[in-house]
């Protein structure tokens, strides 16, 4: 295999940090990937959406924290030992910004092939997945990818759709 042909094999993945909620394993790409923290008390701020958290000073920097439960309508849970933080960081149109999202658990780091992706299903013309990246099985297990650009910027109520019944090898 040739340099050129590593390159270009490399270039076909892309890495994503997985966690978990209510369950499910969910990917964010690694390289929005700050830090993982584990879960401390946040400041509240009036007037907020109720899955913002509040704040924390990150050596710094006002960092919002969502919890990602509630921005996907997801049951509420107590925080324990293990809830943590993932810090993440995106390029917007207005500068970076960085927010935190509160998971269950964080889990892996795969490696994952763009031609393994697949998209979510268009389940109605009302549904708001564009924060979904797409859907891909790793180790017998459906991944769902998220898209943290929209998840971080996106003023709008986020719902996962209903996957139960989708099969990514049938896409």
């Known amino acids: ?11 076909d993945e892309q890495q994503y940090l ?3 909620m209510a369950e499910e394993e969910y990917g964010v790409d690694i390289l929005a990937v700050q830090e993982i923290r584990g879960w401390e008390e946040t400041t509240s701020i009036p007037n907020a959406p109720d899955y913002i958290q509040g704040v924390i000073n990150l050596r710094g920097t006002i960092v919002p924290i ?11 849970v107590e925080y324990s030992p293990i809830t943590v933080v993932i810090i993440l960081k995106v390029s917007t149109d207005q500068g970076e910004k960085v927010m935190g999202i509160v998971v269950d658990a964080v889990s892996d780091v795969y490696s994952i092939k763009h031609s393994d992706v697949r998209q979510p299903p268009d389940l109605n013309q009302d549904d708001n997945s564009d924060f979904l990246r797409g859907l891909v099985n790793v180790k017998d297990k459906m991944v769902i ?8 910027t996106s003023r709008h109520p986020l719902e996962l759709p209903s996957l139960s019944e989708y099969d990514p090898g049938h896409a």
């Open 1 to 11: 295999m040739s340099s050129e042909d590593v390159e270009v094999q490399a270039s």
């Open 18 to 20: 997985t966690f978990i």
């Open 66 to 76: 969502m919890d990602l439960r509630r921005r996907f309508g997801l049951k509420p």
């Open 145 to 152: 990818l998220l898209d943290v650009g929209t998840l971080l």
